[in-house]
């Protein structure tokens, strides 16, 4: 069982960076592909990126525009979603999961986390 922790979430004033991590158990990142969704009140799960287990392929969804930016550290055991100048439409609540292939269908991703939460002040 793969357990997925994020952190990171919280107040964030608009144009201010923010960096959500999210830390897998007991060492096995590297066996996953590692993607970010996040969902706004009252809105569908959307998918944001997904990173290969070795950092090397990254697919991001068509309707990002830039500011968010994947990465994982597999010694550390952690993927990151870096926010940079967030606007009021990210808000929502970011959650990790972990797939075997690299997609954006989140019904192939198998362990998700509980996700942390994102509040823009503008």
């Known amino acids: 069982q793969v357990q997925l922790l994020e952190s990171g979430g919280g107040l964030v004033q608009a144009g201010r960076s923010l960096r959500l991590a999210c830390e897998a158990s007991e060492g096995v990142l590297s066996d996953f592909v590692m993607g970010w969704f996040r969902q706004a009140p009252g809105k569908d799960r959307d998918f944001v990126a997904a990173i290969s287990r070795r950092g090397d392929g990254i697919y991001y969804a068509p309707a990002q525009k830039g500011r968010l930016t994947i990465s994982r550290d597999n010694p550390k055991n952690t993927v990151y979603l870096q926010i940079n100048s967030p606007e009021a439409e990210d808000a929502a609540t970011y959650y990790c999961?972990?797939?075997?292939?690299?997609?954006?269908?989140?019904?192939?991703?198998?362990?998700w986390g509980q996700g942390t939460q994102v509040v823009v002040a503008s």
């Open positions: 999961a972990a797939a075997t292939r690299l997609t954006g269908n989140p019904t192939a991703f198998d362990y």
